[in-house]
């Protein structure tokens, strides 16, 4: 388990408006694993890497 600041919830919940409603889970699924495999414990930088990572592939699916 881990804890996010409100910045991050807030750059999640910004990344994730851009997203058609049926890809948020997936980008949501996404981070949880990375930060999982970081075991919880990351700095700024893991995060930023995870959402950066999370939405990749998601924005060009959704503009295809």
């Known amino acids: 388990m881990f804890a996010l600041s409100d910045s991050q919830l807030q750059t999640i919940w910004n990344a994730a408006d851009g997203l058609p ?3 948020r889970g997936v980008f949501l699924e996404r ?5 999982q495999f970081r075991g919880g ?3 700024e930088r893991d995060f930023d890497d995870a959402v950066r990572l999370a939405l990749r592939g998601l924005i060009h699916e959704s503009a295809a």
Do not use: M, Q, S, Y
């Open 21 to 23: 409603a049926k890809k």
């Open 41 to 43: 414990r990351f700095i």
């Open 31 to 35: 981070i949880v694993a990375w930060l």
